[in-house]
């Protein structure tokens, strides 16, 4: 069995995060794999947090002149250093939020990839020439560096998410201050001091990205900072309405990533085989908890007894344990709670009519402390409440429709609008499902899960998702402010609209 409380701290050294960071402070890190204590994070307050900004505003002052390719460069040496210890910050992230060994190599991979879009972002920073009606003048838009980001992530994806955001804010101008999970602060310690090391092997004064780790406190003091003018904050709906009017209330800008009820049509004309993969791999991929998570089925009527069936009989094989181990397809849910509330739901759904496949807890007699269940495939009689309801694990429920319009309406019945998918061969149903009148949500895919997006594409979702875009396209508009330039290079002064004013 692994030591995992003496292989964090191996690797925390590696890495080169000083123990005092997180050998004696009073925040009490365990891992989801067995419920060990891996850390004891020092912590920061308010007025610690307030500190982090002030320094954030000072080192803005200077960033924000600096030649945007010079600042890619930052990134890019980032970038140089994230493949350098891909193997051991993986290893940590499946430590800390218990992901299998493949899904924590993939999250840093995410980050070295992000790194690598930003650089060449860094060059590619356009505005706009604007026709304009007045004769000798020229119109344009440019971008410039907004300030401080506050970068606000959830346990399940530990450090992609803040790479996302900072990587792109730093090619822009701005610097950063993050505030990750307080189940996951190890990480982020990790992921700063590379972050440092770098930026002091290229000279660059202190400040230009910060962590600070603490209660809802630490947040609080970032989301309600006058100097701080875009919050990026990843994180359930019930967060996401605590922070948008906060930040609103001082005319700050927030980027929001909330809330997912990710939901996948299976059309008659599905090939099956394919959709078994990719529901799979959508439902159960860190025990159901991602925010691009299949939560959904709504499969035809005429195919729902050859693929239900086999996807319980996946289920029923798929190989749950530690995630450290070779083979290992479904790791632990985050903790205790996330069991209970996962238990909850399916009891709910019972009550609903529903037949429950799996979900049970699994591995209890060797891993008492720890949170491993049985994915669960759920048969329900319609859309009730709790299949409208986002449950953190790895719930998949079943639905049939008749016609495209049935599936259609079904799909977009639910308050979140992140992630979707359909399987179907049939062009139209395909372009339907991409169209105005098609899915409601952010990322629209087809015969693909709504779940493993690219950094190429905007990330982001509507309705209780909260419309924000992270990542690629040009979701790096978020993180700058915009200005519309007028130059008169004539010697006359005609204004806009025809409008006379004669002075004499």
């Not at 119109?139 to 530990?158: D, K």
């Not at 739901?345 to 496949?357: F, I, N, Q, S, Y």
Request: aromatic share 6%.
């Amino acid at each position: 069995m692994t030591d995992t409380a003496a292989e964090a701290r191996s690797v925390l050294q590696r890495l080169g995060v000083p123990p005092a960071a997180y050998a004696d402070g009073p925040l009490v890190v365990r891992s989801p794999i067995d419920g060990a204590v891996i850390g004891r994070v020092a912590v920061t307050d308010a007025a610690g947090a307030g500190e982090a900004v002030a320094r954030a505003a000072a080192a803005f002052a200077d960033w924000r002149s600096v030649p945007a390719p010079q600042r890619g460069e930052l990134v890019r040496r980032l970038g140089e250093e994230l493949r350098r210890h891909k193997a051991d910050l993986g290893r940590l992230v499946s430590l800390e939020a218990g992901k299998i060994v493949q899904e924590g190599l993939g999250e840093v991979q995410e980050m070295i990839d992000i790194c690598d879009f930003a650089v060449g972002l860094s060059r590619q920073l356009y505005g706009l020439t604007i026709a304009t009606e007045r004769p000798g003048h020229r119109m344009m838009e440019t971008w410039h560096p907004a300030g401080p980001v506050a970068v606000i992530t959830a346990f399940n994806f530990p450090v992609a998410v803040w790479s996302w955001n900072a990587m792109l804010a730093l090619v822009c101008g701005d610097t950063v201050v993050w505030k990750p999970s307080e189940k996951t602060p190890l990480t982020a310690l990790a992921c700063q001091a590379i972050f440092d090391r770098t930026a002091a092997e290229m000279g660059l004064p202190p400040g230009l990205a910060a962590v600070v780790i603490g209660a809802a406190e630490v947040g609080e003091a970032l989301v309600d900072d006058p100097r701080v003018p875009i919050v990026s904050a990843t994180g359930s709906t019930r967060m996401g309405r605590a922070v948008a009017p906060r930040v609103a209330a001082r005319f700050g800008r927030t980027i929001l990533e909330l809330g997912g009820n990710n939901g996948m049509i299976v059309a008659p004309s599905a090939d099956l085989t394919l959709a078994e993969r990719a529901i799979t791999f959508a439902a159960v991929g860190t025990c159901g908890q991602r925010c691009t998570s299949l939560r959904r089925i709504i499969v035809h009527e005429s195919v729902y007894d050859r693929l239900v069936p086999r996807l319980a009989a996946i289920y029923g094989r798929l190989p749950i344990g530690n995630p450290l181990e070779s083979g290992t397809l479904i790791g632990p849910l985050i903790d205790r709670a996330a069991l209970d509330a996962m238990q909850a739901a399916l009891e709910t759904a019972r009550a609903d009519g529903g037949t429950v496949h799996g979900g049970g807890r699994a591995l209890a007699d060797r891993y008492p402390d720890a949170a491993y269940v049985a994915p669960a495939l759920v048969e329900m009689p319609g859309q009730t409440a709790i299949v409208c309801h986002e449950t953190f694990a790895p719930i998949l429920y079943a639905l049939r429709y008749r016609d495209f319009d049935e599936a259609l309406a079904l799909h977009n019945a639910v308050p979140q609008g992140l992630a979707s998918s359909v399987f179907t061969t049939d062009l139209r149903e395909a372009e339907r499902f991409m169209s105005a009148a098609g899915s409601d949500c952010g990322i629209v895919n087809v015969n693909i899960g709504p779940s493993g997006a690219e950094i190429g594409g905007a990330f982001g979702g509507e309705k209780e998702t909260g419309g924000g875009r992270e990542s690629g396209s040009d979701a790096w508009k978020g993180y700058m402010r915009r200005a519309t330039n007028t130059i008169n290079y004539s010697t006359a002064l005609p204004l806009a609209q025809g409008i006379r004013f004669e002075i004499d």
